[in-house]
Nanobody, 119 residues
Framework: DVQLQASGGGLVQAGGSLRLSCAVS????????IAWFRQAPGKEREGIAC????????VYSDSVKGRFTIASDNAKNTVYLQMNSLKSEDTAVYYC????????????WGQGTLVTVSS
């Protein structure tokens, strides 16, 4: 049974930082892609970062490139999203998701954690 547990959200002032964590269980971590998505009120869900667990290749959306960093601790089966220089437009519910390498869709999703950036 694959489970993803996202945590670390909260309230932060603009310009501040937060680190989100995604604990993954029940998945062969070394053969997977873990991603962070977010959904702001009234907006569509947006993929913002992903990492390939076995080689640490990463991809970022333009909206977070240079400010957010995704990293994987394979020993802990945990993926982190370090968010710096936060802006009010980063306010959203953040979700982590997982798929096996080669799959087209993210089949496994966490429950979401709310990030609120005050201006």
């Amino acid at each position: 049974d694959v489970q993803l547990q996202a945590s670390g959200g909260g309230l932060v002032q603009a310009g501040g930082s937060l680190r989100l964590s995604c604990a993954v269980s029940g998945l062969t971590f070394g053969n997977s892609v873990i991603a962070w998505f977010r959904q702001a009120p009234g907006k569509e869900r947006e993929g913002i970062a992903c990492i390939v667990s076995d080689n640490d290749d990463t991809v970022y959306s333009d909206s977070v490139k240079g400010r957010f960093t995704i990293a994987s601790d394979n020993a802990k089966n945990t993926v982190y999203l370090q968010m710096n220089s936060l802006k009010s437009e980063d306010t959203a519910v953040y979700y982590c998701a997982a798929k096996m390498v080669g799959d087209s869709e993210y089949n496994y999703w966490g429950q979401g954690t709310l990030v609120t950036v005050s201006s």
